[in-house]
């Protein structure tokens, strides 16, 4: 019997060359990494002398190994505790899959040359010519390739058509004009049994783009349930999904393509958590899939980790030097990192591989940003989404170059277009409440921003910007402030602004008990991270005064006696608190004038 490791090869082997067939050729190319990505089985011999102790799996927790900088790497070899070398044969996670038949290409002999010149035509990107020639054919195979070339005639219009109207970059109400003549064929082809997966997948597509999301799921469902190893449906079920209750809900066969999309899903929807643990478990049969460790190294960036994030980018570099995909959120992360070097490599690379991709210009864009040079960073950006409208992250980190600029209207509007793309994009959300805050409209503010702290509720950042706005002059909502500042200290609040905030705003509300204990807590978090600067000195000088005046002595003597440490009207302060202290532990207490009258 065929392990599982086996079937895997087998139905991605096939699904490459169908895939690409029916010019799917992003799910092809899809399929055919991943079937690379399945580490051989070893002879014997080999396996008894590569499974030492040295190169068996993962660190404690099954969390990933790092990566050494030079010489081999462990990484592609990893497994996890439990693991061990145990035969793939096992299905992921213990979990038994559906058998799913691979589909044979209906007969198409009468007609295969035509096919075949078809085919032809849409590769060459003549549209028109490849349904022409398949006018008249009912095989499900020719079918599908008519429509499809139909639909892309049609979207080559509407590009067309919106160009013309708006320029590259604007704003236009054209519709695909295939659409209508399209959904009646499809649906009617639906109705009488006569449509294959790869038809349903086009049908889904015409009904999201006329706006029917919940009958184009179901459409795509049926797709991936009888033939699942067509990402792009996968992926087009994803941005159909807007919640975790609607991709909880869907009616999906349990086959092990399902766990690559549930941890897709998962990603998109921030479960950042699931979404690595599914990975993880994924990488058990496909140790060598530059996708796996891709879309982990995506979901330790966006759960801040950063240098593990970095260190798998690395590698995956170091293996494919020509890789494009995924390098957009790299150089996003060593944006974040201020690694100048690094971005100027990377940029560099990116040029040279492929500079009309928009990862590419989104990368330059991302460089150039990070010299202060903005007016060269709007340009690529601009690039990027000539080459690709729907980009979000350009769309994006464009509005931020605007508002660097100080060109307010534009950044609104960049921030809009990355909304309307993805309304789950809380950076755009965040962007349009600072635009709207450094407007004075305080309001409107806190709108944006509630959206993006409920799309990304652990991200400090956000809540601290929230409280600010409840701060500000025009509000002076303290509560609420202190409402966010509490989420933001609970949520790995790297910069220790929350701390420090709640800790003065307690304090100008009289809670002194309270301000002293966050000021307590702030100082912990300074002493760990070696700061020692005016917050530090700050709080030192508050406690001092507190525990005088609370009549904890001892505490208020070793406040005090740092303090000495420093120079300006502290110091000061504190040497006039520890005579005081002096002359209450003496006994003495200190005069008042007052008392005494001439």
Excluded at 541 to 567: I, M, N, P, Q
Aim: hydrophobic letters at 35%; one cysteine or more.
């Amino acid at each position: 019997m065929a392990s599982t490791k086996e079937n895997y090869c087998v139905e991605l082997r096939a699904a490459a060359r169908q895939l690409g067939d029916r010019c799917l050729y992003s799910a092809a190319k899809w399929a055919a990494e991943l079937l690379v990505g399945i580490e051989p089985d070893a002879a014997p011999s080999q396996s008894a002398a590569m499974d030492t102790p040295s190169s068996s799996g993962a660190g404690p927790g099954g969390r990933l190994l790092h990566l050494h900088r030079s010489g081999g790497s462990s990484f592609r070899r990893r497994m996890r505790p439990g693991g061990g070398g145990s035969e793939a044969g096992t299905p992921l996670g213990g979990v038994s899959y559906v058998s799913t038949p691979i589909p044979d290409d209906d007969a198409f002999d009468a007609g295969a040359d035509k096919y075949l010149l078809a085919k032809t035509y849409f590769d060459c990107r003549e549209h028109r010519r490849a349904a022409h020639v398949l006018r008249g054919h009912v095989g499900r195979k020719a079918v599908f390739l008519r429509c499809y070339a139909l639909y892309m005639a049609g979207e080559k219009r509407k590009e067309e058509e919106t160009i013309e109207l708006e320029g590259s970059l604007g704003k236009s109400n054209v519709v695909n004009q295939e659409l209508v003549a399209l959904e009646r064929e499809l649906s009617t082809h639906r109705r009488t049994g006569a449509i294959d997966s790869f038809g349903l997948y086009l049908y889904g597509i015409v009904l999201r783009d006329k706006g029917c999301e919940g009958l184009a799921r179901t459409v795509l469902v049926e797709s991936v349930n009888s033939y699942p190893w067509n990402w792009s449906a996968w992926l087009e079920i994803q941005s159909l999904c807007t919640s975790s209750d609607i991709l909880n809900n869907l009616n999906l066969k349990n086959h092990w393509m399902k766990d690559f999309f549930i941890a897709s899903a998962h990603l998109e929807l921030k479960m950042h958590e699931e979404a690595l643990k599914r990975y993880e478990r994924l990488m058990c049969v496909f140790r060598c899939s530059d996708y796996i460790q891709a879309q982990i190294a995506t979901v330790q960036y966006s759960m801040r980790e950063l240098d593990d994030a970095d260190m798998i980018f690395e590698e995956l570099l170091r293996t494919d030097p020509f890789r494009v995909d995924s390098m957009d959120i790299y150089s996003n992360l060593l944006y974040a990192k201020e690694s100048l070097t690094a971005l100027s490599f990377l940029a560099h690379r990116v040029f040279l591989t492929d500079k009309y991709r928009p990862e590419s210009c989104c990368i330059i864009a991302n460089y150039y940003s990070l010299k202060g040079q903005h007016e060269k960073s709007v340009l690529y950006f601009q690039r990027a989404l000539k080459l690709n409208r729907k980009y979000l992250s350009a769309w994006t980190l464009m509005g931020h170059e605007f508002v660097e600029l100080k060109n307010t209207p534009a950044a609104i509007d960049a921030y809009r277009r990355a909304v309307d793309i993805n309304p789950r994009d809380y950076r755009a959300w965040y962007g349009l409440g600072q635009i709207y805050e450094m407007m004075g409209m305080p309001f409107y503010a806190l709108y944006y921003f509630r959206k993006s702290s409920h799309l990304q509720p652990n991200d400090a950042r956000l809540w601290i910007a929230m409280a600010q706005c409840y701060e500000s002059d025009p509000l002076q909502m303290i509560e609420e402030a202190i409402k966010c500042y509490e989420r933001a200290a609970n949520s790995n609040d790297t910069e220790g602004i929350a701390l420090h905030q709640l800790a003065k705003l307690h304090s100008m509300l009289g809670q002194s008990e309270e301000a002293a204990f966050y000021y307590k807590k702030d100082v912990e978090r300074m002493e760990v991270e070696e700061r020692q600067g005016q917050n530090f000195v700050e709080a030192l000088l508050f406690l001092a005064k507190h525990c005088k005046s609370v009549g904890r002595f001892e505490e208020a003597e070793h406040y005090c006696t740092r303090l000495l440490d420093y120079t300006g009207p502290e110091k000061e302060t504190a040497k006039s608190i520890l005579q005081g202290l002096k002359r209450e532990q003496s006994g003495f207490p200190s005069m008042d004038l007052d008392h005494f009258s001439l």
